[in-house]
């Protein structure tokens, strides 16, 4: 087999591929006397057919299997011989293949890209490392009394004011015409919560159960909806409901609902822990951040265009799983806005890239492996989130053929708290 390699790029390589003929006809004469064995026409027993009928009626089934199937074994040696690793399948152009004759053809394939590792132990980061004190704990009490709030009619006639919530029906138009979004029937608005509008919100301070009124209102330059961003409208509303939130007290009852302890004393020293976890998680992310901000810095080399597609997919199939979650059908958005949302993401994915290559160099070189124990702590803290028994979710895992990718990933994690170990902190 003649192979050589042409550069296209830095990623992408032609490999030209030359299989001599008697090579390939033995692998069509093998295919040749399958078929005949099986083989069912008219006239002739089966596995009876003579070979020069077989050649006659089969002759593009045998070439569409040796494309199918022996065409990739050649490539899978070829590349092996020139060792290559390939990223992604490759695209054949300038085949030519007729029995008899050598079977050519090129395949362009994107590579890893070679590069020198720099410095990547002592880089610089900034780490706060400022004490939780009382009034955080506080703040996070104030925070779950406000998700446990209630909301108790108003009786006493007064009007609305902030933090109460206004049961409305609204009617806008621009230019005396409806659009899109812009009409709704008993609407909850939290006065201060900043679902709505200021101006929405402040028009309907003062009002009292059972007033309408009409009021204009300009949309932002920046408004998320195109169709009315930058343009004056008019507002209707009509107040069927006015509720005042009632926050519920922080006692022991209290502390058994929202953090399952007995005292309240325990819900603040758990209250803590969770700070202290969730800060720890938020300075590793920022920790990281500098780290790859250095390192991409340092290290210029070209990126296969295919790990950049395959990561912005991943990015976008996940923002949609996201979406969804809070309510939005991606369906709904317009092309353009889908377009724009794609598009954004390629700088990220193309960032995400770049420090995996980089990573992975890392990991080979100071040899960090992942173990047995390592994917057993990950099924096992799957298992607590989602309520499960771990031989379940490891079951789960090796059905949907995901141990080799979450392997790759948890050696990517432990790349880098090795690297934030390493690294130098000052204070921030």
């Known amino acids: 087999m003649k192979v050589s390699v042409n550069s296209v790029t830095g990623c992408t390589k032609d490999v030209q591929v030359e299989v001599p003929a008697d090579r390939v006809q033995t692998r069509v004469d093998a295919i040749y006397n399958r078929i005949s064995q099986e083989a069912k026409l008219p006239g002739f027993r089966k596995g009876k057919v003579p070979m020069d009928v077989i050649k006659k009626e089969y002759k593009s089934n045998v070439r569409d299997q040796v494309l199918q199937y022996e065409l990739p074994e050649f490539f899978r040696e070829a590349i092996k011989d020139q060792k290559l690793n390939p990223v992604a399948q490759p695209r054949i152009t300038e085949l030519n293949f007729e029995e008899g004759a050598p079977l050519k053809f090129i395949a362009?394939?994107?590579?890893?890209?070679?590069?020198?590792?720099?410095?990547?132990?002592?880089?610089?980061?900034?780490k706060d490392e400022s004490p939780i004190g009382e009034a955080d704990v506080d703040k996070t009490l104030n925070d779950l009394r406000e998700r446990g709030a209630q909301f108790i009619p108003v009786e006493d006639g007064r009007a609305a004011q902030k933090d109460d919530m206004v049961v409305v029906d609204f009617d806008g138009k621009i230019d005396s015409k409806p659009f899109k979004g812009g009409k709704a029937t008993r609407y909850p608005v939290v006065l201060g919560g900043g679902n709505m509008m200021k101006e929405f919100e402040a028009a309907l301070m003062g009002m009292k159960k059972g007033e309408s009124k009409t009021f204009p209102m300009k949309f932002p330059d920046d408004y998320f909806g195109k169709e009315v961003a930058g343009k004056d409208s008019e507002f209707t509303v009509m107040v069927h409901e006015l509720k005042e939130k009632k926050l519920p007290m922080v006692n022991n009852d209290f502390a058994k609902e929202v953090g399952g302890v007995e005292t309240v004393a325990e819900l603040r020293q758990k209250?803590?822990?969770?700070?202290?976890?969730?800060?720890?998680?938020?300075?590793?992310?920022?920790?990281?951040?500098?780290?790859?901000?250095?390192?991409?810095?340092?290290?210029?080399?070209?990126?296969?265009?295919?790990?950049?597609?395959?990561?912005?997919?991943?990015?976008?199939?996940?923002?949609?799983?996201r979406m969804q979650s809070q309510g939005i059908d991606v369906n709904n958005l317009s092309e353009d806005q889908k377009k724009e949302f794609v598009e954004k993401l390629r700088p990220v994915a193309t960032r995400n890239v770049h420090m995996a290559l980089i990573v992975e160099k890392i990991s080979d070189k100071e040899h960090i492996h992942t173990e047995p124990s390592d994917f057993d702590a990950y099924v096992e803290k799957v298992a607590k989130n989602v309520n499960q028994p771990p031989d379940t979710v490891k079951r789960y895992i090796q059905q949907q053929g995901n141990q080799e990718s979450i392997q790759d990933w948890i050696r990517y994690e432990k790349t880098l708290d090795f690297l934030v170990a390493e690294a130098k902190v000052e204070k921030a």
């Open 108 to 126: 362009r394939v994107e590579v890893k890209p070679f590069f020198e590792l720099k410095t990547y132990k002592g880089i610089k980061i900034k």
């Open 271 to 321: 209250i803590e822990q969770d700070i202290k976890a969730h800060r720890g998680a938020e300075q590793r992310m920022k920790s990281t951040d500098q780290i790859a901000d250095q390192l991409i810095k340092d290290h210029v080399f070209d990126i296969p265009e295919s790990l950049i597609d395959m990561e912005q997919q991943r990015l976008v199939q996940q923002g949609a799983e």
